[in-house]
């Protein structure tokens, strides 16, 4: 596959770099995470989004190697920023070849190790795609994470046909409400209803709850209004390299 040699060699060149959006408390804006999100700087082609390659890589033989290689860099980031003063979680993607690894404790256990990041600054992740089809045996080693202090977040949360059912099987910590729902929340009351109802079944099931893809500050006003403690959006800012994530948010560094 020719991608596939591509996206091989991309990775043996360090062509992969993670961006990070900021994750910020609601009404108040306060910085309190980051997700990284994977690009390719192309030498030719420039920054490359993850949607032209991510299907490939997903269910290429190198998804665990560089799925290690994300929830490294990852972790350093946030060791980075806490070094710097500005301690913050880091919400990193998984691939579904990460979760049947059998190897995939030990290698989350060793990025936090590696760079020293404390357990509690770590969140993984998942959808409800990333899931599906996946056998029961890929929860406990999620649970022992848990259980260390590990966040857990379920991503594109709504968009899917199983939610409910996830909700059950997994050992979640968080929802993040999809941008499916924001975009048209100032006009669209079945918006309004489905984000008040995530957010009250995300309290009754002592889950945190973010909503994604904030771009307006109605948006951000009206969330707040409905008791949505967390948002991810243009709005707060667009992913950007770690370094000028540094300079915006923890500039003593
Ligand atoms: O950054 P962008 O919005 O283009 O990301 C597109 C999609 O790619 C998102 O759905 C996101 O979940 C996924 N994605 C981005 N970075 C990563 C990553 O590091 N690992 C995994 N597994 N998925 C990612
Ligand atoms: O699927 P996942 O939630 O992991 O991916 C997040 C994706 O959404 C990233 O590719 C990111 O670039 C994109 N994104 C983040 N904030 C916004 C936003 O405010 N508006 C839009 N349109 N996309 C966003
Ligand atoms: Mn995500
Ligand atoms: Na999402």
């Known amino acids: 596959h020719r991608i596939e040699d591509e996206l091989r060699q991309a990775f043996a060149r360090d062509e992969f770099e993670l961006h990070f959006q900021p994750q910020v408390t609601l009404p108040d804006a306060s910085l309190v995470g980051a997700e990284a999100l994977l690009r390719w700087r192309h030498p030719l082609r420039g920054l490359l989004s993850p949607a032209v390659f991510l299907p490939i890589l997903e269910t290429s033989d190198m998804a665990i190697a560089i ?9 350093s980031f946030a060791a980075e920023m806490a070094a710097n003063g500005t ?17 995939f404790f030990d290698d989350v256990l060793a990025a936090l190790a590696s760079t020293g990041l404390s357990t509690h600054f770590l969140e993984l992740e998942i959808t409800e795609t990333t899931v599906l089809g996946l056998d029961e ?3 406990a080693p999620l649970r022992r994470l848990r259980d260390l202090g590990v966040k857990i977040a379920f991503d594109d949360y709504g968009t899917g046909y199983a939610s409910l059912s996830l909700l059950k099987r997994y050992p979640l910590t968080r929802l993040k409400i999809d941008r499916e729902f924001i975009r048209d929340l100032d006009t669209d009351p079945d918006d309004a ?18 909503a994604e893809g904030i771009e307006t500050a109605e948006q951000a006003v009206a969330l707040a209004a409905f008791g949505c403690r967390e948002a991810q959006g243009y ?3 667009k992913p950007v390299s770690a370094e000028a994530f540094y300079q915006l948010f923890s500039p003593a560094s």
């Open 67 to 75: 799925g290690r290689w994300i929830l490294r860099e990852g972790c």
């Open 87 to 103: 301690p913050i979680r880091v919400g990193v993607n998984l691939f579904a070849a990460q979760l049947r690894d059998v190897g």
């Open 137 to 139: 045996s890929v929860v």
């Open 193 to 210: 209803a489905i984000v008040k109802a995530v957010l009250a079944m995300g309290a009754s099931l002592g889950l945190e709850v973010i």
């Open 235 to 237: 709005r707060f800012g």
